[in-house]
């Protein structure tokens, strides 16, 4: 059963910084790319970011490019993504995804950027 624990997120100022962290389980991570996905109120869920290998460059959506950065530890079955800079129209709960495994989410973990 595939497993998707997502933690990290809170309430910050505009330009501030958190770290989102996903905790997978239920299958083999390091053969999966993960993802990093957002659903914002009332708008569509969007892919953030994505990584494949640890140490690779992940691909980022342009909206974050610069500000945010995904990485990945296979021995701790663990996907990060670190957020810098960020800005109001960051606000979303973050979703992390496998893309083997594309139907399984978890229950997300709200950001929230307000002064």
């Known amino acids: 059963q595939v497993q998707l624990v997502e933690s990290g997120g809170g309430l910050v100022q505009p330009g501030g910084s958190l770290r989102l962290s996903c905790v997978a389980s239920g299958f083999t991570f390091g053969h999966s790319a993960m993802s990093w996905y957002r659903q914002a109120p009332g708008k569509e869920r969007e892919l953030v970011a994505r990584?494949?290998?640890?140490?690779?460059?992940?691909t980022y959506a342009d909206s974050v490019k610069g500000r945010f950065t995904i990485s990945r530890d296979n021995a701790k079955n663990t996907v990060y993504l670190q957020m810098n800079g960020l800005k109001p129209e960051d606000t979303a709960v973050y979703y992390c995804?496998?893309?083997?495994?594309?139907?399984?989410w978890g229950q997300g973990t709200q950001v929230t950027v307000s002064s």
């Open positions: 995804n496998a893309a083997s495994f594309a139907h399984s």
């Open positions: 990584i494949i290998t640890p140490g690779s460059i992940g």
